[in-house]
């Protein structure tokens, strides 16, 4: 690619130049795309609204430049190579000339069904090809795709669908996790008891029995049959919405982040090439699930804008044995692999005679996402798996940010274990103090912001643009306030420290300490409940709840078993608190307000010093607590 930045000194120029005259910069950058219709104006923005706009009435369709700006050249080469979870299922290799025609195919059942341009469709999927097909799909005739992650429950599923108030769900049979079939379409029928789509489109992947309701349930297969092989893109405003991703945030309620279509395809295309110097022919694995960002950004569309071929895994790392990431490493010859701290060190804590055997030499570029990776995984990964020859770029981003903002260029820039290092070209960081005053020069520590636009940021929080405004640009002053704190340390080079606001981060999922409450609160027997996170070895952090309950009639036993299960019913697996502490009380202000501090302390297991604990309205709750955990 010709966007590609080949040397430290490129590097730094165009760092400058892209801050400089970021106009001129992007402009180029956005010039090897195609448009249908060249933009007007590069950028037009004001953070207050917000209202940001890039490339300006230009006109584009994402999946044009995917395939029609390519198949000429790279028709042949594979688009995505897909890894069944069952070892000996046969892969899956799939050409860019190939996706084209699954992808036209596919966008012409959705017209066939009704659904146009602005429509809002939900794809609750499984990681299997089809799921990218939907998306693109879904991007190429102007529907606007919601993927909500196949792991998370039928309320939290329904919530989605009626915030975006979906037409219809793209879904799947089932779903192999390990050696058992995890039932999908049960899922999505659970969540349409409470509100309505007209049409579901299942893939059958497992074989598994499922319930058809006539006339709005159809089988994938079935409708492909005999559909056309053409398809014209439909015409996009290059700010036309392309999707919501539902993340969490300090508040119960997830919200819809939305990005739109060019500055999210400049950006995306851009990032993955420079950040993993991604070169023809290499093979590409990112371990990330389509339902988060990573999975959007750089499964799909990054990859397969740049033409790249991305390796689909179905699985996860320990089955059949945590040997597997080795063994498809070995078995693609994947060269540039990218996953989640979570994943590094819960495979370290196998030791390293899962990777014995394996031939790991196609690897060039190792890649870390979600969660700050901690010095001793940055080295395990470092030495064991890229054998001391792979740098490791520790990307550091946001659902909200689109794209990779700080990271290592991959064999370009200097890397330094746990820090993301540096900012990419068009990326003005700035670190501020509680008050949002700037603190300039390096060796400071405080809250990361960003003070000029890039392509791929957050548009707006799906109908409700109060609380974008709210959450991301009122904290600072004409700012993009990550929620992040951050070191810039003696030579410049950023580290991340972690959330600063009500936000838990584990295995790189992101929950709301209020999200995880209320879910606790359904429970009958619940009175009240507060929930921090703790160091964990594994996950990053871990989720500690506290909770009073009525206690006549049941034992803190079955309680504590109940609340977990509600919890997994209410928002998914993912969300279970690691422990649970019945409690008298809880530690508050005079003006009601839980004091989290004392919280964490209590959960970290550090019960000596609580600090200043004056201005709680009975200290003596704190004692009680600290009891109850010992
Ligand atoms: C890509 C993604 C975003 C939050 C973010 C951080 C944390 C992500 C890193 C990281 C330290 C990293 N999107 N985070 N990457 N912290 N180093 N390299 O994860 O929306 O799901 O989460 O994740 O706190 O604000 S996300």
Redesign the pocket.
Known sequence: MSDRLHTLSGYLYEYQKSIAQPEEFWARIADSFHWRKRWDNVLKWNFDGPDVKWFVNAKLNITENIFERHLYTIGDRPAIIWEPSEPNEPTRTITYRELFVEVCRFSNVLQDKGIKKGDRVIIYMPMVPEAAIAMLACARIGAIHSVVFAGFSSNALADRVIDCEAKAILTSDGNYRGNKKIGVKSVVDEALEKSSVETVIVYQRTGQEVTMKDGRDFWWHEVMAGQSEKHVAEEMDSEDMLFILY?SGSTGKPKGVVHTTGGYMVYTQYSFSNVFQYSPGDVYWCTADIG???GHSYIVYGPLLAGATTLMFEGVPTYPNPSRFWEVIEKHKVNVFYTAPTAIRALQAFGTDPIQGYDLSSLKVLG??????NEEAWHWYHTHIGKGRCPIV???????TGGILISPLAGITPTKPAY?TLPLPGIQLCIVDPEGNELKGNSVEGNLCIKFPWPSMIRTTYGDHDRCKQTYFSTYKGMYF???GVKRDHDGYYR?L??VDDVI?VS?H?MGTAEVENAINEHPKVIESAVVAYPHEVKGQGIYAYVICDMTNRTEENLINEIKEMVSKIIGPIAKPDKIQIVPGLPKTRSGKIMRRILRKVAEGSLDSMGDTSTLLDPDVVEKIIEGRK
């Open positions: 993340t988060w960002i990573t870390s996402v979600g969660e700050p990776i520790d990307t550091w981003w946001q659902t909200e993301a990550t929620g992040d991340i972690g959330r981060n790189g992101r």
